[in-house]
């Protein structure tokens, strides 16, 4: 069974601080690997997805690596800005079973 | 990407009434939505996925009976809370998967399910 984690679980950092966050799932055998950005009471915002035959993806100030060897991967935030005060989800897809969420981490990026 | 929405975005209901929450997939049709719960500080729950004319197929430890999928069009599936109670209470939201790429997933802004 799938199991995701996230490390850490809160981060506050001051303005223009680069930062990342570390997400870990337990089986490999992944189709792909998601990162979301979820706003407080709001739904779910998509921010890269890393097909399982990726290493990499970029969007903006945000990129995403993905080592299915290792089981790890990692969102990269530059030049971090209060608007990217968020939760960050990670979410491991298996073949046919959908998503399996970590818990997030709680990033506040202080003025 | 597509958009989808909720209605209610938050509900407040005793324990013992039926909550009715709707999930639309507004720019094009989705044969299949996903019905996540979220408890605080904890990870998205996949619950059900809804498919349009036939039953739901409800994930392990979720009870069928008490969260009533109707994926009644194409745009429009629908989750009940039968009989609710305080411990259901929970942040609620749905998604529809891509056309283009089926793994990528487009959610509704959540309903926000407070039972007192």
């Known amino acids: 069974k799938q199991e995701v984690t996230q490390i850490p679980a809160a981060l506050s950092v001051p303005e223009g601080e680069n930062l990342v966050l570390n997400c870990s799932f337990t089986?490999?055998?992944?189709?792909?690997l998601q990162w979301f950005r979820q706003d407080p009471g709001k739904g779910l915002t998509s921010l890269l997805l890393?097909?399982?035959?990726?290493r990499e993806q970029t969007s903006g100030r945000l990129n995403a690596s993905l080592d299915k060897s290792s089981g790890r991967s990692t969102l990269y935030i530059a030049a971090s800005q209060p608007g990217d005060s968020a939760t960050y989800l990670c979410?491991?897809?298996?073949?046919?079973?959908?998503?399996?969420f970590g818990p997030g981490t709680r990033l506040s990026v202080l003025p | 990407g597509a958009v989808v929405s909720q209605h209610p975005s938050w509900v407040i209901c005793k324990s013992g009434t039926s909550v009715k929450i709707e999930c639309r997939s507004l720019?094009?049709?989705?044969?299949?939505m996903f019905w996540y719960r979220q408890f605080p500080k904890q990870s998205l729950m996949l619950m059900a996925t809804?498919?349009?004319?036939?039953?739901?197929?409800?994930e392990q430890g979720v009870e069928k009976d008490k969260f009533l999928i109707n994926h009644a069009s194409l745009t429009l599936s629908t989750l009940t809370v039968t009989s609710a109670h305080p411990e259901d209470s929970s942040f609620y939201i749905c998604?529809?998967?891509?056309?283009?790429?089926?793994?990528?997933?487009?959610f509704g802004p959540g309903t926000r399910l407070t039972v007192l």
């Open positions: 979410a491991a897809d298996n073949y046919g079973q959908n998503f399996v």
């Open positions: 890393i097909q399982s035959s990726q």
């Open positions: 998604s529809v998967p891509g056309l283009a790429d089926y793994n990528e997933q487009f």
């Open positions: 809804s498919n349009e004319g036939s039953k739901a197929t409800y």
């Open positions: 720019d094009f049709q989705a044969t299949t």
């Open positions: 089986d490999s055998a992944i189709y792909n």
